[in-house]
């Protein structure tokens, strides 16, 4: 007996292409079965039974039917619309710039319950809270532990001494933190301040409520958002399309509040 032609999961709608006028294909990250890409048919006609629930930063409950080179979505029920994150530009940004990560750094049928979970975890941090860049970049780094890029953080990844209460470096093609001694001698090499390696190491093994009481200065945050994207631009070989968006409404931000003042 073969594989059932019909089945049902959970998942978070990462991304959508139109395809035709009232045609979408999905990329949808599961729980049991990882990153997949459906066709959802008609998605795009007005009064679709689909509609809303298969829109990015969605999580839905999809039932799929088998077919000969994409799956069909056939229901959807919406389980989480987060509209806390669709009614605020900012923090939509920083959803979709998580779901691009997931995308980046994934390939298809591969299950990764821990990441799944991290990335349903992430959503609604970013509901929650006021701080998203602690969420950035705690997803971030346990993103990397789910996927086997998890940095050394104890000692210097090159001669394996203890690492010292000083300005270190962080070598984005060791994998980790390289000693001040190792790290001058690679031009490569981020500096780390003592102050973020501390941070990272704390994050490292918390969960995000503890992770959420770091206060972040503005000093802090920056050195902290370079070493993580220096070391994630690294891995993917090239940048995050996200990012620009990022800047520019942070920029926007920072112009605005000048501003008023």
């Excluded at 349903?120 to 086997?148: I, P």
Aim: proline residues 4%.
């Amino acid at each position: 007996m073969g594989a059932p032609r019909n089945y049902q999961t959970h998942a978070v709608v990462i991304k959508e292409t139109r395809i035709g006028e009232v045609d979408k294909i999905l990329t949808i990250y599961t729980p049991e079965l990882g990153k997949l890409k459906a066709v959802a048919r008609g998605a795009c006609r007005p009064g679709s039974k689909l509609g809303g629930n298969v829109e990015p930063l969605t999580y839905s409950l999809l039932m799929l039917a088998k077919g000969r080179n994409l799956d069909i979505v056939t229901q959807s029920q919406t389980a989480d619309a987060f509209p806390a994150l669709k009614s605020d530009l900012w923090r939509m940004a920083c959803g979709l710039y998580i779901l691009e990560l997931v995308d980046s750094f994934t390939v298809e049928n591969n299950e990764n319950g821990p990441l799944f979970d991290l990335l349903l975890n992430a959503l609604n941090w970013l509901c929650q809270s006021d701080n998203n860049e602690t969420v950035l970049r705690y997803f971030e780094l346990h993103l990397l532990d789910c996927l086997g890029y998890r940095p050394q953080l104890q000692r210097c990844v090159i001669c394996n001494s203890p690492i010292k209460p000083v300005v270190n470096f962080f070598g984005f093609g060791q994998g980790g933190i390289l000693c001040s001694n190792c790290g001058q001698k690679d031009p490569a090499a981020h500096s780390i301040s003592v102050e973020v390696l501390k941070v990272l190491r704390l994050w490292q093994r918390c969960d995000y409520a503890t992770a959420r009481r770091v206060v972040l200065k503005s000093e802090l945050a920056l050195e902290l958002e370079q070493v993580m994207q220096g070391y994630i631009k690294y891995l993917l070989q090239r940048e995050v399309k996200s990012i620009a968006w990022l800047d520019e409404l942070r920029k926007t931000q920072f112009d605005n509040s000048h501003v008023r003042g």
